[in-house]
C-alpha cells in the first residue's frame, strides 16, 4: 500500500485491502486526536480537518472502484452523523451518566426559555462535560467508523477499466507493507 496515494491523492482506485488499511489508520489517528482534544487541549481539535481530507480520500477512491462518483461519500458522512447521534444517545446513560445529567441541566434551562443561560452554562464547563463523555464518544466513532469502513470494504469492484482507472487486482501498485 503506497500510503501518500491512499491518505492523501483523491483520484484513482483503491481495493478493498488497502481502503481497510487506510481506514485504520485514520480511525487511529482520530482516536488520538479526539483524546488529545479531552485530555490535553481543545487546539488538538484543528487537527481532525486534514483528517477529514484523507477520509474522503480513502472512501472516494473506494467508490471509483466500484465505479461510482466521489460524491456518494457525502452518504457516508450523513450515515456518520445519524448513527454517531443514535449511538452516542443509546451509549450515554450506560457509559457516561455523568455527563448525561450535565446535558439534562442544558436542556431544562433551555426549555424554561433561558437558551442564553443554558449556553453560558454550557461553554463554562464544555470540557469537563467533554472528560466525562469520552468514553461514549470514543465507543460511538469506533462503532460508527466500524460500520461504515465495513459497507466501503464490501462494496463490489468494477473489474474492468472504468472512468476512474484501471482494475485494482494489486498489479502495478507499490506495498510498502510487504
Known amino acids: 500500500m503506497d500510503i501518500q496515494y491512499v491518505l492523501f491523492r483523491p483520484n484513482g482506485r483503491i481495493g478493498p485491502r488497502d481502503f481497510g488499511r487506510g481506514l485504520i489508520l ?11 482534544v479531552v485530555l490535553v487541549s481543545p487546539a488538538f481539535g484543528m487537527l481532525q480537518y486534514p483528517l477529514v481530507y484523507s477520509y474522503v480520500c480513502v472512501f472516494g477512491k473506494r467508490l471509483h472502484d466500484g465505479g461510482h462518483s466521489a460524491w456518494f461519500y457525502l452518504l457516508f458522512l450523513a450515515g456518520y452523523f445519524v448513527l ?3 449511538a452516542t444517545a ?3 446513560p450506560f457509559l457516561s451518566p455523568d455527563a448525561l445529567s450535565m446535558q439534562a441541566d442544558f436542556q431544562k434551562l433551555a426549555m424554561e426559555g433561558q437558551f442564553s443561560a443554558a449556553m453560558e452554562e454550557v461553554a463554562k464547563i464544555a470540557q469537563e462535560l467533554a472528560r466525562k463523555s469520552v468514553l461514549t464518544t470514543i465507543t460511538a466513532f469506533l462503532l ?4 461504515l469502513g465495513l459497507i466501503g470494504y464490501r462494496l463490489r469492484s468494477d473489474p474492468s477499466t472504468n472512468q476512474y482507472g484501471p482494475p485494482t487486482d494489486g498489479s502495478g501498485q507499490t506495498d510498502t507493507f510487504s
Do not use: P
Not at 144 to 147: H, K, L, P, Q
Open 26 to 36: 485514520l480511525t487511529g489517528a482520530m482516536m488520538i486526536v479526539q483524546i488529545a
Open 84 to 86: 454517531t447521534t443514535t
Open 90 to 92: 443509546i451509549l450515554m
Open 144 to 147: 460508527t467508523s466500524g460500520a
